[in-house]
């Protein structure tokens, strides 16, 4: 059976890179429209490689550095290679999420284009084009990762606690290239709106904004290569925690091997599952809404998902079907994360038309209600995601295991049906990131579009589509924090079954500091990444201003900006600012690993993933409300474009881009990277903690 499952693993993974090949030559053959379309592609496409091949270089180096650390530093006496396994899988990890982002990259650039033109013919087609190009990075991501695992579960005895370090490394590259890439797009979005639309009065992707090609090149380095890291490392962290779940003694020995490889097997199901509900998205009719047929092709996949984990758990899990309801919980609240996300941030809804009827009084009402909005949404998926923990527990443990009556044994079983939820919930991941990819590409379609003067040619299509791309961005960063919320739950208690602690207890004075800092760090965290973005748009506002007064006839249409320069700014202002919030997170758990102690470090991680959870949350949901709030008025509504409502929804979306693109996303790796470290560098905890 072993053999079966792990040539099965293989195969399916196969089967998906074999499909992206064809997807992304299917992407490649469609029409590049016109010889402006095609040139300001050609820049875009440029300005997102030349940045992200000096992020990966400055990656490599810091990564670099601590994989050679870790060599030297971890040591078991039973396991003498142990430091060299960590350090090689660091390295592996930390570069596939790198290449993850760089597929996702490139497919991006290639499709937007092709999305623009077909934009003016056809509904059906653009869709088609978008889509796809987000499944290539979808399909890639989950397929890299499972071949990673077990290439290194293969090569390492089939031990998944020495692969952890792959999945530190994953964390680890996600982090910079989630922060570096916020940092930037952000910078260049909020400077040429704030310019652009309530300086100058043009439109958002006008061509004689000097920032608006690095706008468009942010799309790609943050929304597309940035969350292709994230989710890479989300899902790697979440199957190798599983993994090791499935080794604690109450579970391996009712399941043996099964019990261990179950995640990767479900993920493998997940692509098949994804691959076939690809083919469910088509327009059915030119006037279609865009969510529906991807809401068709995600129900699909979902359902495509259950009947798959009934199945596996019939013949891998002794038929145990208690667990494939915790599966089925995952799947649900997967659905449910995506309603609420769907309600807060939607222009249809009524908490977005708060903060644009607010905004008809000035900027300050409209981002005060786009702040409680962000607040308030965290009420329903707390209370969703609790009962989701709840409910999967018990199903793995019985219900003593809720009132604390439970066996140690019995609360390992719990935790492995919490494990099980979370493997339901990422089991539809790739169709999740294909939605994710269908944002960016569609907003830079647009942006092609309107920069080439082609705005009339086809503009109800590209505007309906760019809209709803806003939604699926904000979709699938609630996706991500609910996936991050079960799967820190998981990996917290991997954590302490590797240290040997059955519980953290804060009534101890070094453990109680644990938290503490837990908590401050995704503060400090956050006012690192934001400021960073206010700096760096702070820069990038006084250089459009110059050019507007240095270079005759930019506003005009006589002469041409420097684009060269604003993405000059971006770049550079994000790999250095990247670094000091990354290392921040990296460095302050080891020093309280060492010197608190592994329970002070559990709090750590405890106490950071709570407050992590619903920081995200409110950045997410809070920043992309005010942004849907200015696309509203956009739209035509509470005097349309121009008018003192528009101005107002600008500056507030101003606010909540680096919330909901910046700071947010990068919190969702924080949360995992606190695990993973601690996972990862378990033995230095143990044998040299000063407490």
Same mark, same amino acid.
């Given at each position: 059976m072993f053999n079966i499952l792990i040539s099965l693993i293989i195969v399916v993974c196969a089967i998906a890179l074999i499909l992206v090949a064809f997807l992304a030559r299917y992407i490649l053959i469609q029409d590049t429209g016109t010889e402006k379309m095609r040139e300001i592609a050609s820049a875009i496409k440029s300005g997102a490689e030349a940045y992200l091949k000096r992020q990966y270089k400055s990656i490599t180096i810091i990564a670099a550095i601590f994989a050679f650390l870790f060599a030297l530093a971890i040591k078991d006496p039973h396991n003498p290679w142990l430091g060299i396994q960590t350090s090689f899988g660091f390295i592996l990890g930390a570069l596939c999420s790198n290449l993850a982002g760089y597929i996702a990259m490139r497919v991006a650039v290639l499709a937007n284009v092709r999305t623009a033109s077909a934009i003016r013919k056809s509904f059906d087609k653009a869709l088609k084009i978008a889509f796809r190009g987000g499944l290539v990075f979808g399909l890639s991501v989950v397929s890299m990762s499972l071949l990673g695992i077990t290439g290194l579960y293969l090569l390492f005895n089939k031990d998944p606690r020495l692969i952890v370090g792959f999945g530190f490394g994953a964390s680890f590259a996600a982090l910079f290239a989630q922060l570096g890439g916020g940092i930037y797009t952000k910078a260049a979005d909020m400077s040429a709106d704030l310019v652009g639309k309530v300086e100058a009065g043009i439109p958002e992707d006008d061509p004689r904004n000097p920032a608006v090609i690095a706008d468009n090149v942010g799309d790609n380095v943050g929304d597309i290569a940035g969350r292709g890291a994230d989710l890479f490392e989300s899902i790697t962290a979440e199957n190798i925690g599983a993994m090791i779940l499935g080794l604690a003694p109450a579970i391996f020995s009712l399941y043996g091997l099964n019990g261990v490889l179950f995640p990767l097997i479900a993920r493998a199901f997940g692509l098949i599952a994804t691959m076939i509900g690809m083919f469910f998205v088509y327009a059915k009719k030119e006037s279609e809404d865009p969510f529906k047929p991807?809401?068709?092709?995600?129900?699909? %996949?979902?359902? /495509?998902? +259950? @009947?798959?984990?009934? @199945? /596996?758990?019939? *013949?891998?899990? #002794? #038929? #145990?079907?208690?667990?494939?309801?915790? &599966? +089925? *919980?995952? @799947?649900?609240? &997967?659905?449910? *994360?995506?309603? *609420? %996300? #769907? $309600? $807060?941030?939607s222009y249809s809804k009524r908490p977005v038309l708060e903060i644009a009827n607010s905004a008809k009084g000035g900027a300050g009402p409209g981002i005060i209600t786009g702040l409680a909005v962000g607040m308030e949404s965290t009420g329903i998926f707390i209370f969703v995601i609790s009962i989701a923990i709840l409910a999967s527990f018990a199903l793995g443990g019985g219900l003593p295991v809720l009132v604390g009556k439970a066996s140690w044994e019995a609360i390992q079983k719990g935790i492995y049906g919490t494990a099980i939820a979370t493997m339901g919930m990422l089991s539809v991941t790739p169709i999740i990131l294909a939605l994710d990819g269908f944002g960016p590409i569609a907003d830079n379609s647009s942006g092609i579009l309107e920069m080439s003067g082609l705005t009339s040619e086809g503009k109800e299509i590209s505007e309906k589509m760019d809209a709803i791309g806003n939604t699926t961005k904000a979709l699938t960063k609630g996706y991500a924090v609910g996936s991050a919320s079960l799967s820190a739950f998981l990996l917290f208690f991997a954590f302490l079954e590797v240290v040997g602690l059955k519980g953290v207890d804060l009534s101890k004075p070094a453990v109680f500091i644990g938290a503490f800092i837990g908590a401050m760090l995704i503060f400090l965290f956050s006012a690192l990444a934001i400021k960073a973005v206010g700096k760096t748009a702070a820069e990038m506002i006084e250089e459009i201003r110059r050019q507007f007064r240095e270079i005759p006839g930019i506003l005009e249409g006589k002469a041409k900006p420097d684009y060269a320069r604003c993405i000059d700014i971006s770049t550079k202002a994000a790999l250095k600012n990247m670094v000091s919030p990354g290392l921040l997170i990296i460095v302050v758990p080891v020093i309280v690993g060492l010197i608190l102690g592994a329970e002070a470090l559990g709090a750590l991680q405890m106490v950071g993933i709570i407050v992590g959870v619903v920081m995200a949350l409110f950045m997410n949901n809070g920043g992309a409300a005010m942004d849907n709030s200015k696309k509203y008025v956009e739209a035509g509504n509470l005097g349309g474009k121009g008018s003192p409502t528009h101005a107002a929804t600008v500056i507030g979306d101003t606010v909540g881009d680096p919330l909901k693109d910046t700071a947010g996303p990068s919190i969702h790796v924080v949360i995992k990277l606190l695990n993973t470290i601690a996972l990862a560098l378990a033995p230095l905890f143990i044998l040299y903690a000063l407490l």
């Amino acid at each position: 059976m072993f053999n079966i499952l792990i040539s099965l693993i293989i195969v399916v993974c196969a089967i998906a890179l074999i499909l992206v090949a064809f997807l992304a030559r299917y992407i490649l053959i469609q029409d590049t429209g016109t010889e402006k379309m095609r040139e300001i592609a050609s820049a875009i496409k440029s300005g997102a490689e030349a940045y992200l091949k000096r992020q990966y270089k400055s990656i490599t180096i810091i990564a670099a550095i601590f994989a050679f650390l870790f060599a030297l530093a971890i040591k078991d006496p039973h396991n003498p290679w142990l430091g060299i396994q960590t350090s090689f899988g660091f390295i592996l990890g930390a570069l596939c999420s790198n290449l993850a982002g760089y597929i996702a990259m490139r497919v991006a650039v290639l499709a937007n284009v092709r999305t623009a033109s077909a934009i003016r013919k056809s509904f059906d087609k653009a869709l088609k084009i978008a889509f796809r190009g987000g499944l290539v990075f979808g399909l890639s991501v989950v397929s890299m990762s499972l071949l990673g695992i077990t290439g290194l579960y293969l090569l390492f005895n089939k031990d998944p606690r020495l692969i952890v370090g792959f999945g530190f490394g994953a964390s680890f590259a996600a982090l910079f290239a989630q922060l570096g890439g916020g940092i930037y797009t952000k910078a260049a979005d909020m400077s040429a709106d704030l310019v652009g639309k309530v300086e100058a009065g043009i439109p958002e992707d006008d061509p004689r904004n000097p920032a608006v090609i690095a706008d468009n090149v942010g799309d790609n380095v943050g929304d597309i290569a940035g969350r292709g890291a994230d989710l890479f490392e989300s899902i790697t962290a979440e199957n190798i925690g599983a993994m090791i779940l499935g080794l604690a003694p109450a579970i391996f020995s009712l399941y043996g091997l099964n019990g261990v490889l179950f995640p990767l097997i479900a993920r493998a199901f997940g692509l098949i599952a994804t691959m076939i509900g690809m083919f469910f998205v088509y327009a059915k009719k030119e006037s279609e809404d865009p969510f529906k047929p991807l809401l068709r092709g995600l129900m699909v %996949t979902s359902i /495509l998902c +259950v @009947i798959f984990f009934y @199945i /596996l758990v019939r *013949i891998l899990l #002794n #038929n #145990n079907l208690s667990l494939f309801l915790a &599966a +089925v *919980i995952g @799947i649900v609240t &997967a659905a449910l *994360i995506a309603l *609420i %996300t #769907n $309600y $807060y941030t939607s222009y249809s809804k009524r908490p977005v038309l708060e903060i644009a009827n607010s905004a008809k009084g000035g900027a300050g009402p409209g981002i005060i209600t786009g702040l409680a909005v962000g607040m308030e949404s965290t009420g329903i998926f707390i209370f969703v995601i609790s009962i989701a923990i709840l409910a999967s527990f018990a199903l793995g443990g019985g219900l003593p295991v809720l009132v604390g009556k439970a066996s140690w044994e019995a609360i390992q079983k719990g935790i492995y049906g919490t494990a099980i939820a979370t493997m339901g919930m990422l089991s539809v991941t790739p169709i999740i990131l294909a939605l994710d990819g269908f944002g960016p590409i569609a907003d830079n379609s647009s942006g092609i579009l309107e920069m080439s003067g082609l705005t009339s040619e086809g503009k109800e299509i590209s505007e309906k589509m760019d809209a709803i791309g806003n939604t699926t961005k904000a979709l699938t960063k609630g996706y991500a924090v609910g996936s991050a919320s079960l799967s820190a739950f998981l990996l917290f208690f991997a954590f302490l079954e590797v240290v040997g602690l059955k519980g953290v207890d804060l009534s101890k004075p070094a453990v109680f500091i644990g938290a503490f800092i837990g908590a401050m760090l995704i503060f400090l965290f956050s006012a690192l990444a934001i400021k960073a973005v206010g700096k760096t748009a702070a820069e990038m506002i006084e250089e459009i201003r110059r050019q507007f007064r240095e270079i005759p006839g930019i506003l005009e249409g006589k002469a041409k900006p420097d684009y060269a320069r604003c993405i000059d700014i971006s770049t550079k202002a994000a790999l250095k600012n990247m670094v000091s919030p990354g290392l921040l997170i990296i460095v302050v758990p080891v020093i309280v690993g060492l010197i608190l102690g592994a329970e002070a470090l559990g709090a750590l991680q405890m106490v950071g993933i709570i407050v992590g959870v619903v920081m995200a949350l409110f950045m997410n949901n809070g920043g992309a409300a005010m942004d849907n709030s200015k696309k509203y008025v956009e739209a035509g509504n509470l005097g349309g474009k121009g008018s003192p409502t528009h101005a107002a929804t600008v500056i507030g979306d101003t606010v909540g881009d680096p919330l909901k693109d910046t700071a947010g996303p990068s919190i969702h790796v924080v949360i995992k990277l606190l695990n993973t470290i601690a996972l990862a560098l378990a033995p230095l905890f143990i044998l040299y903690a000063l407490l």
